[in-house]
């Protein structure tokens, strides 16, 4: 059976507190996923100190000094020490430790903090010195491409590969960057546009609300899901609103697994081991619907096709019609071969 990798987003949800932070990696392993990922970056490098937030982020600060990126991102940062600290955490839980890297100086230090795999933002998708460097780490790489066009993931993929990254390497994410994404914004079969177009693996990275979105990216054949989460919905911050509560995050994990199990058949259509035993109570067998004497040919309106399927198959009605009968029979008496001449 083929494992989605489950990818939980804390991100910023932690609030800027180490303590919330390491609650959000007991709730995502206590789902079973397979990550857990927080994101890495200093605010003086990501984002000019005059630029806007988004308008989701706006809406959903509960409290803020003013309403530029600057002033919110400079409270969720985490330091070094605290990636060390929730990295060992992690561990202990039995969860691997991801996080996303915002600038060269983030990528260089997760490369040295052991982390498997990078993941580029769908923020980055465009900015070409960045993708050259995660390439040149030589790890696998998860590209989300929220906003993307297919040409500019087209882009980034060769950016990535004359790196040298193989395709082998890369899984790329379909994802809509609309927080929420209202559900006619999915366009959830444009992920295997991009499969067929450039050979990945894909996934999905989802900001809607709910987890159908996610569980249906698996069905598709999705073998990698992001999915915000929280602790709780109503704490300040830009994604708590969007973002799962610890029994949907375990929820959608349980259901993903369902879904590969449901997928990992033969392809073969067949009864399986559990629903023999269902077979011949379940369906039905020729039996006489009245009573009759010997010497009656046996008509249409003579038979009746009832539970359980021990004797003749409906399915072989027309080598009973019109027979003669060498005996009497009992109305609801099956039906047998012996009883005509």
């Known amino acids: 059976?083929?494992?989605?990798?489950?990818?939980?987003?804390?991100?910023?949800?932690?609030?800027?507190?180490?303590?919330?932070?390491?609650?959000?990696i007991d709730v995502?392993?206590?789902?079973?996923?397979?990550?857990?990922?927080?994101?890495?970056?200093?605010?003086?490098?990501?984002?000019?100190?005059?630029?806007?937030?988004?308008?989701?982020?706006?809406?959903?600060?509960?409290?803020?000094?003013?309403?530029?990126?600057?002033?919110?991102l400079k409270k969720l940062e985490l330091s070094e020490e605290d990636h060390y600290v929730l990295q060992a955490y992690a561990s202990d839980k039995g969860i691997k430790f991801l996080s996303t890297g915002f600038d060269p100086e983030s990528i260089d230090f997760l490369d040295q903090l052991g982390i498997d795999l990078f993941k580029v933002p769908s923020g980055e998708i465009t900015n070409k010195p960045y993708l050259e460097q995660i390439a040149k780490k030589g790890k696998a790489v998860v590209l989300s491409t929220g906003m993307a066009t297919l040409q500019e993931v087209g882009d980034a993929i060769s950016v990535l590969a004359k790196a040298g990254l193989s395709n082998e390497d890369i899984s790329v994410l379909h994802c809509n960057t609309e927080y929420p994404t209202p559900m006619g914004d999915v366009n959830l079969?444009?992920?295997?546009?991009?499969?067929?177009?450039?050979?990945?693996?894909?996934?999905?990275?989802?900001?809607?609300?709910g987890i159908e979105v996610p569980i249906a990216a698996v069905a598709l054949g999705a073998v990698l899901i992001e999915k915000h989460y929280t602790l709780d919905k109503e704490l300040p911050g830009p994604d708590h609103k969007a973002s799962l509560?610890?029994?949907?995050?375990?929820?959608?994990?349980?259901?993903?697994?369902?879904?590969?199990?449901?997928?990992?058949?033969?392809?073969?259509?067949?009864?399986?081991?559990?629903?023999?035993?269902?077979?011949?109570?379940?369906r039905k067998s020729i039996y006489y619907s009245s009573a009759l004497i010997k010497g009656t040919v046996v008509g249409d309106d003579h038979l009746i096709m009832m539970r359980p399927a021990t004797?003749?198959?409906?399915?072989?009605?027309?080598?009973?019609?019109?027979?003669?009968l060498k005996c009497n029979v009992e109305q609801g008496q099956?039906?047998?071969?012996?009883?005509f001449e």
């Open 1 to 24: 059976m083929n494992k989605t990798v489950i990818i939980a987003e804390a991100g910023v949800n932690h609030n800027g507190d180490i303590q919330l932070a390491k609650q959000l």
């Open 28 to 72: 995502a392993a206590d789902a079973g996923v397979d990550y857990v990922k927080f994101q890495t970056f200093k605010a003086d490098k990501l984002v000019s100190k005059t630029a806007k937030q988004a308008v989701y982020q706006v809406k959903n600060q509960k409290s803020q000094s003013d309403d530029t990126q600057y002033s919110m």
């Open 189 to 209: 079969k444009a992920m295997l546009a991009i499969k067929d177009s450039f050979g990945v693996k894909v996934g999905y990275s989802d900001h809607t609300l």
């Open 245 to 282: 509560s610890p029994q949907e995050l375990k929820d959608m994990v349980l259901a993903i697994r369902n879904v590969e199990q449901a997928l990992s058949g033969s392809a073969e259509k067949e009864p399986s081991t559990s629903e023999l035993k269902n077979r011949e109570l379940i």
């Open 311 to 324: 004797g003749i198959s409906p399915m072989e009605v027309d080598s009973v019609v019109g027979k003669a």
């Open 334 to 339: 099956i039906v047998n071969f012996d009883d």
